[in-house]
């Protein structure tokens, strides 16, 4: 089981570009989290997913932010126009069927640096 | 009050100590709630889950307070190891169905 995987670990982008994260769940794991981590901070979260729907976007910024999980293929989240705001790490989290009861599984994250 | 509160340390102990962190929640009706560690850089990592009052895994143990709504999480023995930023992670306020994480306590184990 290759655990959460997460690509890719490092990108940088110029300010205006866009940025494109992938998320491939555990096996078996239909539940995806994005969670975004500022220098200094703790995680927080973006947006739940599951295949083809999108279940709570609650803490996506309302602009230039988007998601999606489709039924074949990696989840992706893309935010266009990047700005040096967005340099941060990315966390993608799974979980069998939607119940967070025994936690979840994180990816390595990837870092995104905007220049 | 903040979803979940954790007192951001840095706690230096020495090896062998025993150290605490507590955290505080807003939720309630929380059920499940879990600690988990994060190196520095790194994916966070389950450490533990705390359903009822409370649950010991070797040296760790965290315990379960719901009536003044916070969780507390003892390490005994404090290894060089054990040197990482304890997260608090609780599930998010009634009708989201995903987790917030607090924003860690930092624990540096010296010799």
């Known amino acids: 089981n290759a655990g959460v995987m997460q690509n890719p670990r490092h990108l940088v982008r110029r300010r205006g570009q866009e940025a494109r994260l992938r998320c491939s769940p555990m096996?078996?794991?239909?539940?995806v989290y994005w969670y975004r981590q500022l220098p200094e901070e703790g995680l927080k979260f973006m947006v739940y997913l599951q295949k083809e729907n999108i279940i709570d976007e609650s803490g996506m910024p309302k602009e230039r932010f988007s998601a999606e999980f489709p039924k074949e293929g990696p989840s992706i989240l893309r935010i266009q126009q990047v700005v040096r705001g967005d340099s941060a790490a990315y966390f993608c989290a799974s979980s069998p069927g939607g119940s967070y009861a025994y936690g979840y599984t994180f990816g390595s994250g990837t870092r995104l640096t905007v220049v | 009050r903040k979803e979940v509160e954790q007192d951001p340390g840095p706690f230096n102990v020495p090896e062998g100590a025993t150290v605490a962190f507590n955290c505080t929640y807003s939720n309630s009706a929380s059920q499940s709630f879990f600690w988990y560690r994060q190196d520095c850089r790194k994916e966070p990592k389950l450490l533990m889950s705390v359903y009822s009052s409370g649950n010991e895994d070797g040296r760790f143990t965290a315990q379960l307070n719901r009536a003044s709504q916070y969780i507390s999480l003892l390490i005994r023995d404090s290894k060089l190891s054990d040197s990482a930023t304890y997260l608090c992670v609780v599930p998010m306020d009634t009708g989201r169905r995903a987790l917030t994480f607090g924003s860690g306590t930092r624990l540096q184990v010296q010799p």
């Open positions: 096996k078996g794991h239909s539940h």
